[in-house]
């Protein structure tokens, strides 16, 4: 019943995917793509509320009355120069599939089911904001289906912080007076030459990676300032603080070999590290097999190790965050390549197969007596949660 109410409604749910995949909005600036996700669920009888907690493009959609609450999240940011090189118009339309097919039997089932538009999640955690406001207070299970390039049941991302990394320096010309320059650009040399040779000794569980976005603009001047973004991961928020303090002591040496001036901002509070609950994963492993879907355990499956806000929300609801493959390698997420595969025929069922694999163990978890009184009360698993 729950696979055929998504597909009788896969056109409505394709058009969803590839129009917000044409047009790629990036984090808190996704005005048409959430107004667009928040209609189709208004169509199909959702009550929507928009603007949410005061976020203009997130949005809270609701159908049935039951006590058991299931949310259901739907990203739709794209990155900056590469669209939806992530997928997160796959994200929408699962979450709009799913959505409408369980509630179609919420009633029934004692559900209430509320599908979160989530906003900001490649770097401005959304979610994270949107949990400290209360979102998600009475949802007693949260879920996702992520596109990638396999299909991976189990989540396992790292928790990392965002920075904003600038420096100050004095700008001089080059040649005339060389000596009268603070170059801020030299500044970003020094920290990335620090941060190469500290990598050999970090743990394997950590990554640490950026981009340097301003460093001058004529080569005939001594940058004053420059500006980058970077990231440090981990294996847990733990390991990440004491991480996270060497390589600022990096960009430190920048500024101390220089003379410049470092300001760290972050861009949002640090994404945990995920914690899955086993019964939810189980079920959705089943769900998907029973669809035909296999599951990778080689080297394509790592998109599993990248990280998201769900990890925050994971930390206090039940939650799962399985992967579902678009066919795309060797494209991998985050490639060019991989946003032309989010709107392929493989995407396209994915979608379709990732809605009914989802609906199906969020129903089966509803249904059955111990998972569903765990989930109402919190208690463990349902149940049992990794980490």
């Known amino acids: 019943m729950l696979c055929r109410a998504v597909t009788s409604r896969a056109p409505e749910l394709l058009r969803v995917s590839h129009d917000v995949h044409a047009h790629p909005e990036v ?9 667009r996700v928040a209609g189709e669920l208004a169509d199909a009888g959702f009550t929507v509320e928009t603007p949410y907690l005061g976020f203009p493009t997130a949005f809270r959609a609701t159908i049935g009355s039951g006590p058991l609450h299931l949310g259901l999240c739907a990203e739709y940011d794209a990155l900056p120069g590469l669209g939806h090189a992530c997928g997160h118009n796959i994200i929408a339309a699962i979450a709009c599939g799913a959505g409408t097919a369980l509630g ?8 209430t089911i509320r599908v979160l538009g989530t906003p900001a999640e490649e770097g401005g955690g959304g979610k994270i904001e949107l949990l ?13 289906v992520h596109p990638g390039p396999v ?16 420096y100050r320096g004095k700008a001089a010309h080059a040649a005339a007076y060389p000596e009268l320059g603070v170059n801020a650009a030299d500044a970003f040399t020094v920290a990335q030459v620090a941060i190469g040779l500290l990598r050999q000794h970090l743990p394997p569980t950590t990554r640490v990676h950026g981009v340097v976005t301003a460093a001058g603009t004529a080569p005939n001047a001594i940058p004053g300032e420059s500006a980058g973004r970077w990231y440090v991961r ?3 928020l733990t390991e990440l603080s004491a991480t996270e303090e060497r390589v600022l002591d990096c960009f430190r040496a920048g500024a101390l070999a220089t003379g ?16 899955n609950d086993t019964g939810l994963t189980a079920l959705y492993a089943a769900a998907a097999g029973e ?5 990778d355990t080689g080297p394509a499956a790592r998109m599993n190790r990248a990280s998201t806000d769900l990890g925050n929300v994971s930390q206090v609801v039940p939650a799962i965050h399985p992967y579902i493959g678009i066919d795309s390698l060797p494209a991998v997420n985050h490639q060019a ?12 069922t994915a979608v379709v197969q990732g809605a009914q694999a989802l609906a199906l163990t969020l129903a089966r978890a509803a249904a059955d007596p111990r998972m569903r009184e765990s989930l109402l009360t919190g208690s463990a698993c349902a149940g049992r949660r990794d980490r």
């Open 151 to 166: 299909d991976v049941a189990r989540a396992e991302p790292f928790a990392v912080s965002h920075s904003h990394i600038t």
């Open 234 to 236: 981990a294996a847990d």
């Open 27 to 35: 984090a808190w600036e996704e005005e048409w793509s959430s107004a």
């Open 260 to 275: 410049c001036e470092l300001a760290v901002e972050p861009e949002s509070k640090p994404y945990a590290e995920f914690r």
């Open 132 to 144: 400290d406001r209360g979102a998600f207070a009475d949802i007693h299970a949260a879920a996702l």
């Open 291 to 295: 669809l035909g879907r296999t599951f």
């Open 337 to 348: 390549e991989f946003a032309a595969a989010a709107v392929g025929s493989a995407a396209d």
């Open 104 to 111: 179609r039997i919420a009633d029934d089932l004692g559900l």
